[in-house]
């Protein structure tokens, strides 16, 4: 039959219009497989969604959803986590933290959890991964569900939950080829088949190749560039159709990492002065610190200062990473009551290693003779001054840094769930959870160089004559075996120095830390709807969740912390509810509003730089209220949605990135209440026959109410030691406004298929990176995107060849700022990627 149908007066769409129009916005969908308009009405259907755990429509769930299919993945050019945050009001998305409405992550060490669940398939997992597998190359859909989803959902959705809903094998034969090329070495290869496997199986198998040049050019002599990408992904689903009440699925995810990754972008110039002896000081360090500043009497300007896509660094990094994933979903009717069990496995093995000082040692320039001058006067009350002997000049030494992090990671889930599908007004959903996770997370700082963690620079310019440790009865001793001497004398105890062995190489530890841990979650809720009538359905919920985590860590700081142990072990457990009421005033508009609570567990700071026991947050509790209003328009040529929302939330787990013994230490705390509320608008249009329109917008007003805290990176720093009270900061990761708005003009070509043209612009407002709000250590400023996308369509829709820039402005915006470190108080940013260009080609088979 014609797929052409007038949807207003006077204006007419043609089949491969209205179906692409359909297909390529966020929350707009073809309503039904063969036709593009509902039979009752004359616009567009908005897309279904499981975000409750039942099939709804977006428009008549009563909740804050964003939803992309594959048509708006493919129009937008949605291919990482920033395309997410750029369409999805209030959600904020840095290398490892997920933020919605100014919940999420406080830190990334083992003993903390996320704000912000992320699921596959309905299985938890904490891997941001995900974003940037295989830019969604078999995602059906993706759902961003704002708000505390304390009932239905696993663990640790108090500020909302992430879904990723992947294709299912089909009956019918079919797939795709993809490839992609653009700049940097922008290459993607892709392929996906699905098919029957007899009256009984289907399946479906996705590959892909993602490759791409460095970023961040390295300019030393013979070493490589630092931050690209090559990954590898491959996914498999087996369904199995029993009987017309028993499905069983089982799905297979293997990813590889291999990639040289960024130490950083370092972007102020380099600090090169000579730090002097002080009462908190060795000489040639910073108060604070537990190793020298590497960057004094450097002679190489920070390259990143005029291009921030620039370094100079001397050593080749590493970042391995591979997981697996298994996925088992069985669901058998009863009846009206549907049965589904699912399983979840993850490991994952992850391997880094960086530049860990950012700079070049054979520019480097200590000035080991005052030093050693310096040194010897305080201790011995005589500075003994010894320059070098062939030409006078000072002694200097040059350094390499190291930073790894190893980690493993493994993890079991157990979802039952029963299902009501009654004809009456009651129907219900309860379940029971089981959680389970062993993680061993492995870091360490070395530092390398010649007569500073090894050898005798005095002895070697010398020929032997004198020593390092002449005047303190030792032989050849290097500077940091000097000052831990030094430590001894005054602490009265001996101070460790722990020399690293690795094949050809030798260097001494400034700090490692070995954490493990166990997590172990339980869980039992139900929620159950009532029809009250044809206009009004009443929603009530309820969990009750059991955490329990028992860790411990082994932590060395040089000159600070010897050889520590900690072990602790805890539990919390919390009922958390919801309470909703939907109104469906017509047809075309519903009224929702429910009051709801959220919990996230409370846990641990593992590898801190300290001899107490780790420091044991507890548990957040959040209320959140929100109404919302969603209204189809125009004939259903319009769909709006808007929700405000009001957050009380107590004992909310801050990360404070302190220097402790001279060591940036992430260290997580309880602030005591805070208040976030704000309001949400999406607007999807068909302005005429041929353009389509969407647009976004969030406003987050986001303060702590109570929360007295020191921030030590500004005592270390700066001086400034005093308690602050920040009551009416603004939450991490919470920028106040957010905006978006993106076109797509369609232009058909007869019997030669279709254009489609889509622009976008986006906007993220000024937000910051710890709760001390410092506009020199934590200040993110505003950053926007232009991108745009052109696209030919055959007329069977086998074939699609596009053109597309991302970030046409070509800005790097920083995304999110590191602590400054202690040794050089310089800063690093997680940067945005520059401008991205390219084409696509794309063979549909069916």
Not at 695 to 713: G, L, Q, V
Not at 751 to 779: L, P
Request: aromatic share 12%; proline share 4%; hydrophobic share 35%.
């Amino acid at each position: 039959m014609s797929l052409t149908k007038k949807v207003h007066t006077g204006f007419k769409l043609s089949p491969v219009a209205t179906a692409l129009l359909l297909m390529s916005q966020p929350g707009i969908s073809m309503a039904q497989e063969g036709s593009i308009v509902d039979a009752n009405t004359t616009g567009i259907e908005v897309i279904e969604v499981t975000s409750t755990k039942r099939s709804t429509t977006l428009m008549e769930t009563g909740q804050a959803v964003s939803a992309f299919n594959e048509g708006s993945i493919e129009e937008l050019a949605l291919k990482g986590s920033q395309d997410l945050v750029k369409y999805s009001p209030s959600l904020v998305i840095s290398e490892s933290k997920v933020s919605i409405r100014g919940i999420g992550r406080p830190n990334n060490a083992l003993g903390s959890d996320p704000g912000v669940g992320i699921y596959t398939d309905g299985v938890y997992n904490t891997e941001n991964g995900v974003f940037s597998y295989c830019n969604f190359c078999d995602v059906e859909r993706i759902e961003v569900l704002r708000g505390p989803q304390g009932t239905l959902y696993g663990r640790n959705a108090v500020g909302g939950a992430i879904n990723f809903v992947s294709k299912e094998p089909q009956k019918d034969l079919g797939g795709y080829i993809n490839l992609e090329a653009g700049n940097d070495g922008l290459l993607v290869t892709q392929g996906q088949i699905t098919g029957p496997l007899g009256d009984t199986f289907s399946g479906i198998l996705t590959v892909s190749k993602k490759e791409r040049d460095a970023l961040q050019e390295n300019l030393a002599e013979g070493v490589d560039d630092l931050d690209d990408e090559e990954r590898t992904y491959i996914s498999g689903t087996l369904k199995a159709e029993w009987s017309d009440t028993w499905t069983s699925s089982l799905r297979y995810i293997d990813t590889d990492r291999d990639e040289n990754p960024s130490p950083g972008y370092l972007l102020d110039p380099y600090p090169t002065e000579y730090i002097g002896f002080g009462l908190a000081n060795y000489p040639g360090m910073y108060p604070g610190a537990a190793a020298v500043n590497h960057l004094s009497g450097y002679t190489l300007e920070n390259p990143a200062v005029n291009d921030v896509s620039q370094t100079n660094i001397d050593t080749v990094g590493h970042l391995s990473s591979k997981t697996e994933r298994f996925i088992f979903t069985n669901t058998m009717a009863f009846g009206d009551i549907d049965v589904k069990y699912t399983f979840g496995s993850f490991d994952l093995d992850y391997d880094k290693l960086t530049d860990g000082d950012v700079s070049n040692k054979a520019y480097g320039g200590m000035d080991l003779s005052m030093m050693y001058a310096e040194f010897t006067a305080v201790f011995l009350g005589t500075p003994h001054y010894f320059p070098n002997p062939a030409t006078g000049a000072p002694i200097t030494l040059a350094s390499d840094m190291t930073a790894s992090t190893v980690q493993t990671a493994e993890s079991t889930s157990h979802e039952l769930q029963f299902i009501s599908n009654y004809d009456g007004d009651f129907n219900f959903i309860a379940g029971l959870y089981y959680y389970n996770s062993e993680e061993s997370q492995y870091t360490d700082f070395v530092e390398r160089g010649f007569g500073l963690m090894q050898g005798d620079a005095v002895s070697a310019n010398y020929g032997g004559m004198l020593t390092s440790g002449t005047y303190f009865g030792q032989g050849p001793i290097s500077l940091y075996q000097l000052y831990a001497l030094g430590s001894s004398y005054v602490a009265g105890i001996p101070v460790e120095y722990i020399p690293f062995e690795t094949t050809g190489d030798d260097g001494g530890y400034l700090y490692y830390g070995q954490n493990d841990l166990e997590t172990t979650a339980t869980a039992v809720y139900g929620q159950v709807q009532y029809q009250y009538n044809d206009e009004l359905k009443l929603t009530a919920g309820i969990r009750y969740s059991e955490d329990e985590k028992e860790g411990t860590d082994d932590v060395f700081v040089y000159l600070a912390l010897p050889k520590t142990k900690h072990e602790v072990k805890d539990d919390w457990s919390k009922v958390t509810w919801r309470l909703q009421a939907d109104w469906q005033m017509d047809k075309d508009t519903l009224l929702y509003g429910y009051v709801a609570t959220g919990y996230r567990s409370g846990g641990f700071n593992l590898g801190g730089a300290t001899v107490e026991n780790p420091t044991t947050v507890k548990p957040e509790e959040l209320t959140a209220f929100e109404v919302g209003y969603k209204k189809s328009m125009f004939d259903s040529r319009a769909n709006l949605s808007l929700a405000a929302y009001y957050y009380d939330y107590q004992d909310l787990q801050v990360r404070s990135a302190e220097i402790v013994n001279g060591i940036t230490t992430s260290v997580l705390g309880n602030a005591a209440e805070a208040t976030v509320m704000g309001l949400e608008a999406e607007l999807q249009a068909l302005i005429t026959d041929d353009l389509v329109m969407t647009a976004t917008y969030s406003y987050n007003n986001s303060e702590y109410d109570e929360y007295m805290a020191t921030d030590s990176i500004a005592c270390t720093i700066l001086g400034e030691c005093g308690v602050q009270d920040l009551s009416g900061n603004q939450l991490n990761m919470a920028p106040e406004n957010k905006f978006s708005i993106a076109g797509t003009q369609y232009f058909e070509l007869e019997d030669m298929g279709m254009i489609a043209i889509t622009a976008s612009y986006s906007y993220v407002g000024e937000q910051y990176s710890r709760a001390f709000n410092r506009d020199d250590f934590d200040k993110v400023d505003s950053y926007d995107s232009i991108d745009a996308r052109i696209a030919w369509t055959s007329p069977e829709e086998q074939f699609v060849i596009a053109a597309f820039v991302k970030n046409a402005g070509d800005d790097r915006n920083v995304l999110r700022y590191n602590t400054p470190a202690p040794e050089t108080r310089m800063q690093a940013a997680e940067l945005s990627d520059p401008i991205s260009y390219g084409v696509q080609l794309r063979y549909n088979f069916f």
